[in-house]
């Protein structure tokens, strides 16, 4: 049974369809995984369902730590909309895993009205060992600036994807420290 958590009364309409996005989301990375692409997706869709930007981590493949998901997706959507403030268009993301502390600030700045995920960061670093950063009040401080946040959104699903991913032996990546 899933813990689901948001920033808002649960709305089960938002809830129904960001499970629907989130597990198509799923099932379609477990497909780019065997391309060499990282651990995790996000879709950016507007107020009708419809499909804006979707990319894949690609930090090791293009050797760029600042290439996640939703860095990369976020960028795809201001290039094809041509404008650095999404706020106007009432998008919202859809992401495999929460957010990183880097993710979070450009979800922030990028205008996005609503973020959905499915693993938990602490499940995330249990499963990989990536440090998804220090990441305090961040559901309280996104409802402050309007932005909604459903999480923990088919997890089970995202888990086996992740262990999946581990299990091929992938690259974790991660700062020596």
Request: a negative charge; charged letters at 25%.
């Amino acid at each position: 049974m899933e813990n689901i958590i948001s920033n808002e009364a649960v709305d089960k309409n938002k809830l129904e369809n960001a499970k629907k996005i989130i597990v198509d989301l799923q099932n379609e990375l477990n497909t780019c995984l065997k391309d060499g692409c990282g651990p995790f997706l996000a879709g950016i869709y507007d107020n009708d369902n419809n499909l804006i930007a979707k990319c894949t981590n690609s930090v090791v493949k293009e050797n760029c730590s600042n290439n996640h998901a939703e860095m990369n997706t976020i960028k795809l959507a201001q290039e094809k909309l041509k404008t650095y403030d999404l706020s106007s268009y009432n998008l919202k993301i859809y992401i495999t895993a929460e957010p990183c502390i880097m993710c979070l600030g450009a979800i922030m700045w990028s205008g996005i009205k609503e973020v959905y995920y499915s693993v938990p960061s602490n499940d995330v670093e249990k499963i990989t060992g990536f440090d998804e950063g220090f990441k305090p009040n961040w559901l309280e401080e996104f409802k402050k600036r309007g932005i909604t946040v459903y999480g923990n959104i088919e997890t089970d699903l995202g888990k086996k994807v992740l262990l999946e991913y581990v299990k091929q032996g992938n690259i974790i990546y991660k700062p020596n420290r």
